[in-house]
């Protein structure tokens, strides 16, 4: 499973370079738009549907002000709209970037080196 080894925040974008080498730029207001949160994508019931969240919406002009680790499979951002409950697991962040956010993400398992971010 790659992991990122370092994140940027350059300008309205976010810049993601892999352990695999890959490198990927990432518009903010599209993390904010497709954010895992609950609030945002709603939760699943007992039986698999989904319950609440206002969807994927239009987050124009939102930047990233911050993010930092979450645990060892995940980053965390802090937007300027004062989002921040968006756990972005690497497998999602990394469908993100290429441009084809799956529903469900799994996690991975390295630790994730803040760079001064956080």
Request: aromatic fraction near 8%; proline fraction near 6%.
């Amino acid at each position: 499973m790659e992991k990122p080894e370092k994140i940027e925040l350059i300008g309205d974008f976010v810049a993601i370079r892999w352990d695999d080498g890959r490198e990927d730029i990432v518009a903010m207001s599209r993390l904010r738009e497709l954010s895992p949160s609950a609030e945002n994508m709603g939760e699943r019931d007992l039986f698999g549907r989904r319950v609440g969240g206002s969807g994927p919406q239009d987050h124009s002009g939102v930047r990233v002000v911050s993010w930092s680790p979450v645990g060892s499979y995940a980053v965390g951002f802090v937007f300027s709209d004062g989002h921040r409950t968006g756990i972005y697991p690497f497998p999602y962040l990394r469908e993100i970037a290429a441009g084809d956010p799956g529903e469900d993400a799994d996690q991975g398992d390295e630790n994730l080196e803040s760079n001064g971010h956080s």
